[in-house]
């Protein structure tokens, strides 16, 4: 595992704290932001396909997805 140094602002990390301890999640803020930066990871990804086949049409989004499926479930042994 990686360990990671963050400046993080006073107030911030106070709203953070406060947020976990009334939810009884208090010392698992590596958890915390672990999850956080995978949620934004996974939305600017998403994004980034979004906008490369903005001009794809739903038809066409179909298909690709009905490969993609029949790719995914095919005997690969």
Do not use: Y
């Amino acid at each position: 595992m990686t360990q990671w140094t963050l400046d993080i602002p006073e107030d911030l990390d106070r709203d953070v704290r406060k947020f976990l301890d009334s939810h009884r999640e208090l010392g698992d803020i590596s958890e915390f932001v672990r999850d956080a930066v995978a949620r934004e990871l996974f939305r600017r990804t998403l994004g980034d396909v979004r906008r490369q086949h903005e001009d794809m049409t739903e038809d066409e989004a179909m298909v690709l997805a009905n490969e993609a499926v029949a790719w995914a479930r095919a005997d690969r042994s």
